[in-house]
């Protein structure tokens, strides 16, 4: 096929790709939008999770009014958790009611001629273009402890590798980690008829805090003003004012990137927790060995004693690691350009990389701009920026 012209191409069609999308169609440029809306949401997470983050926080962003979460479940009252469909289908509500033409294409390459970009797609048409924003989301970070990553995948897997869980109905599972991710998943496979073995680094569980507005005035002056990522004075800045995150030096940006909301499990969960989940605290994967069809983990606690225990399977619900050379679609050319602060890309105060015209959004853009990132609510900063910095170009 021809190689036809853009003003841009958002790569991606999560939360934060339709986010930019919507911005920069907003802003008048002729934008391609590559990607099958909420796809990562639809099919890489276990059915009957849910969002920790509360309503007023789960929305996509759009320059017109009435596409945020709320308008599309009016009355969903704070403290009731929204399940993950219910999320992914509001994704694509959104992408109907902003006009969005996503194209349920997959890019294969972008690589750099001549000052602009050349995106690939499967297709096999071209399209040439001066910026490219990537909203590719989480799946492409999943990270896996390096102690299983030699198990062949009929033994073990990252969770966001897996849909239904229903599959492993009598069968003896081990879930690694400690954060939401791996709680709501023990939990899971419990209510599937599974045996999950939950084994944790961290000393001991921990659980957030119900959301409670019952204190008198003085009290909710202490604990802070409520925000997308919580309650507090420190957590209203890295949430609603990521522009200041930014400018702190990389090391503690990465401190706080690391340490705020680290793994607990969403107050609404402890209760379906109590019943059937075996749980190992206090545990570091020394090792790990298939033999037949069952895996031998060995793990050692912080004495240096070691436990053995014997699964079917193990889901590695282990987070999401930032990382430029795991993004393949960018030629090795375009990779070696990209500065970085660690593994992420260093960008500036519109998520533009190092190379002109490349922008980052969502997790890979949390070493610069913070924790945020981490969650649907930063796409609403994200897309604005990128958006004014191309307008402006544009104009």
Sequence with gaps: ?????ADA???????YGLSAA???RGAGLDCRIIGTPMHFWNHHMPAGMFLKSEPFASSLSSPADGTSFLDYRPGW???RPIPVDTFASYGEWFTREAGLPAEPATVTSVERADGRFEVALETGETISTPNVVLGIGMGVFADLPAEL?????ALCGHSSEYRDLSVFKGARVAVVGAGQSALETAVLLAEQGAEPVLITRTPALKWNAAPSDGSSPAARLLRGPQSGLGRGYRTWVWSER???????????RARIVRNTLGPAGAWWLRDRFATGIAVRTGQRLSGADATGDRVTLTTADRSGDLRVLTVDHV???TGFTPDVDRVQILSPEIRREIARTGRSPKLDSAFGSSVPGLYFTGLAAAASFGPVMRFVHGADFCARRIARRLGQDRR
């Design 9 to 15: 191409v958002v790569v991606g069609a999560g939360p």
């Design 149 to 153: 990553r030699h198990l062949p995948g």
């Design 1 to 5: 096929m021809p190689t036809s012209l």
């Design 242 to 252: 990521p522009e200041m995150t930014r400018l702190l030096p990389d090391r503690v």
């Design 77 to 79: 009252r704070a403290g």
């Design 22 to 24: 919507a911005h920069l």
């Design 315 to 317: 889901l590695a619900a």
